[in-house]
């Protein structure tokens, strides 16, 4: 799968995720302090799935009815890199083929599927 790691994520779940076989693009490594429209719409134009912690990807997603391929909001007690680790391995066990195109609230206690996403183009 294709992965656009958040700065906010962080580059210890970027490096997990290659480790296990996936295409990533970490933000903390190649691109610090890109606004979060440009983010979503290089995540959107290049088919990658964003995981984040910022809110805000709602706002632009729900409001503004920006497109996007994918969104994974990680909303845990711990945010530590560990901690969104075992999250997103409970998530890619139990869900993986249900990721792209949908706006996803990843907890501590499960997995919300909050928005079926609205084709790009």
Same mark, same amino acid.
């Given at each position: 799968?294709?992965?656009?790691?958040?700065?906010?994520v962080g580059p210890t779940v970027a490096h997990w995720l290659r480790q %296990?076989?996936?295409?990533?693009?970490?933000?903390?490594?190649?691109?610090?302090? $890109?606004?979060?429209?440009?983010?979503?719409? %290089?995540?959107?134009?290049?088919?990658?799935?964003?995981? $984040? $912690?910022? %809110?805000?990807?709602?706002?632009?997603?729900?409001?503004?009815?920006?497109?996007?391929?994918?969104?994974?909001?990680?909303?845990?007690?711990d945010e530590r890199a560990p901690n969104q680790i075992r999250a997103i391995?409970?998530?890619l066990q139990g869900h993986a083929e249900q990721l792209a195109d949908r706006?996803?609230?990843?907890?501590? $206690?499960?997995?919300?599927?909050?928005?079926?996403?609205?084709?790009?183009?």
């Amino acid at each position: 799968m294709r992965f656009l790691v958040d700065e906010c994520v962080g580059p210890t779940v970027a490096h997990w995720l290659r480790q %296990k076989g996936h295409e990533v693009f970490s933000v903390y490594e190649a691109a610090r302090g $890109t606004e979060d429209a440009d983010i979503l719409r %290089k995540a959107n134009d290049e088919n990658w799935i964003l995981i $984040t $912690t910022d %809110k805000d990807f709602g706002e632009q997603v729900f409001r503004e009815r920006r497109p996007h391929r994918g969104i994974i909001l990680l909303r845990l007690q711990d945010e530590r890199a560990p901690n969104q680790i075992r999250a997103i391995r409970h998530l890619l066990q139990g869900h993986a083929e249900q990721l792209a195109d949908r706006f996803l609230v990843v907890t501590d $206690t499960g997995v919300r599927f909050a928005y079926v996403g609205m084709p790009s183009g």
